[in-house]
């Protein structure tokens, strides 16, 4: 798993994209959003139908592209308003994303508990 250092800002992008290209078609796509993909941040990626991911990101010594596809379901996008290109992200929300949990309706979990023993 990823775990990036707290200076490194993670991008997703909310437009999707073809997963057939590689890290060119990605960094080409980043600036056309307006970023720099030289900077070293990490630049998230989603197909159409939202069940492919691509990551992308330049260490100083090379491009890193890592692809994931989800066996089932889909990757769930947070929140945002519907004129934004991109959003600004933090590693757990990643991880989170990475993992296909829904982003945009957290869920509490409860517990039942359990009788004492021996009542």
């Not at 800002?9 to 078609?25: N, T, Y």
């Not at 993992?99 to 021996?118: E, F, K, N, S």
């Amino acid at each position: 798993m990823l775990s990036p250092s707290p200076a490194v800002r993670i991008f997703l992008a909310l437009e999707p994209v073809d997963m057939r290209g590689g890290h060119q078609s990605l960094s080409g796509k980043a600036r056309r959003l307006g970023l720099e993909p030289l900077d070293g941040h990490i630049y998230v990626f989603l197909n159409r139908r939202r069940f492919m991911t691509a990551l992308l990101w330049y260490d100083g010594t090379g491009w890193c592209v890592t692809k994931k596809r989800l066996s089932k379901g889909t990757f769930q996008l947070p929140t945002v308003s519907a004129d934004t290109r991109s959003v600004v992200i933090d590693s757990a929300t990643l991880s989170a994303l990475l993992q296909g949990l829904d982003l945009r309706a957290p869920r509490r979990r409860w517990y039942r508990r359990t009788p004492p023993i021996g009542s």
